[in-house]
């Protein structure tokens, strides 16, 4: 670069050292990655011999390229911060224990017990661990491994397989995957002989860590709870008094979450909803004529139960199941005496053991309809 003699003496030395710098930069970012440059100042692009490229910026084209196609060169060209270097780590160089993505949706089809193929609507969770030294993961490849399975029935083999492709794709210890969806079973009303369908809110879940691989079932049962002190002080004031009184009862949630210990001896959805059926049998209706809805109200009053009691009711049947290894009863009886829940938690095993609880656990047991 020529520098003008008629410059001050500071001038020129000035103008001198942002030379050495300018050509300096040149050589650095003739060899250095997009990602690099881009990371430093992506206006420094512009120094590169491709500068014409880049003349009218920012007056950029608007209108979109429908004839565009992408080269193997130009895809290998693209920027990817979030796969780059140990040094593009921002925060804390922690591992991170679960990273991925959740509720991407679509249909899977799951086989019934009684051998039949039900095709519903699924949202995935996918995540794997990130160690200390890697700045991140490509979450489209979860996704894209999942695809690869999507069309089969599922089962824990085919979970299991998703999983251990994108665990490898990924290059992670540990890895996670849970599908949600409702699970519909058609149920008869008490007495009327009408039929409905219940719809059962249930997850998957499978999870290797350190290793081990276990696998996980979660099941929301809806239910009606009739509180015991109430049904007695509603028949003394009948009895003693002859005043009309009614115990209160509501609509009541229990999210049982069980490890599977049986892979070749099937845990079906439907066995985990009867094994809650049975233990609890006041499940909510669907289709009722008043013979019905009497029924409803004589199985309540057959079947009175504090939160405490639900709870211990679930355990002893979980307890009984050869299939279900550890567990959690979370129970959640929504009073309609007081304006707040009644709630308890039991645990069964290191699975589900915790001396935290999420938060908002307890606001999420509530049923839709």
């Not at 300096?24 to 690099?36: F, G, S």
């Not at 429908?66 to 270097?85: A, C, H, I, M, R």
């Not at 309609?336 to 829940?341: K, P, R």
């Not at 069964?348 to 999420?364: H, I, R, V």
């Amino acid at each position: 670069m020529n520098v003008p003699d008629n410059l001050k003496p500071s001038e020129k030395v000035s103008l001198r050292k942002a030379s050495a710098a300018l050509e300096t930069l040149r050589d650095w970012a003739a060899q250095a990655t997009p990602t690099e440059v881009a990371e430093l100042d992506p206006a420094i692009a512009r120094l590169l011999p491709e500068a014409d490229d880049f003349a009218n910026y920012p007056a950029l084209r608007r209108a979109y390229p429908e004839d565009f196609e992408v080269s193997e060169g130009y895809k290998d060209s693209l920027p990817d911060l979030q796969n780059g270097p140990e040094s593009l780590i921002k925060g804390a160089k922690r591992q991170i224990q679960h990273v991925g993505i959740s509720n991407f949706r679509l249909p899977i089809r799951f086989k019934t017990r009684d051998d039949g193929d039900l095709s519903l609507e699924t949202s995935v969770t996918g995540t794997v661990s990130l160690e200390a030294e890697k700045k991140g993961i490509n979450m489209s490849r979860i996704m894209r491994s999942f695809y690869r399975h999507a069309e089969r029935s599922f089962s824990f083999d085919v979970i299991e397989a998703a999983l251990r492709d994108y665990q490898s794709d990924l290059e992670s210890f540990d890895a996670r995957i849970q599908m949600r969806f409702s699970f519909p079973v058609k149920r008869a009303s008490l007495r009327s002989g009408l039929e409905g369908y219940q719809y059962y809110d249930i997850a998957l879940e499978l999870v290797e860590q350190g290793g081990k691989m276990k696998e996980i079932m979660h099941l929301d049962y809806v239910y009606s709870s009739t509180c015991p002190c109430s049904l007695e002080l509603s028949e003394h004031a009948r009895r003693t008094r002859h005043q009309l009184a009614t115990p209160h009862s509501q609509r009541s949630v229990a999210r049982i979450s069980v490890e599977v210990k049986q892979r070749e001896n099937t845990l079906w959805f439907e066995d985990l909803i009867d094994l809650c059926r049975k233990a609890v049998p006041t499940e909510t209706q669907v289709m009722v004529k008043r013979e019905d809805e009497q029924a409803f109200a004589e199985l309540n009053a057959a079947n009175p139960i504090f939160v405490e009691d639900a709870a211990r009711l679930f355990a002893e049947a979980l307890e009984g199941e050869p299939r279900v290894g550890d567990f959690r009863v979370v129970a959640s009886h929504q009073e309609s005496l007081h304006s707040h829940d009644a709630v308890s938690v039991l645990t069964e095993g290191e699975t589900f053991a915790a001396q935290s609880l999420d938060p908002k656990l307890f606001s999420t047991l509530f049923h839709i309809g």
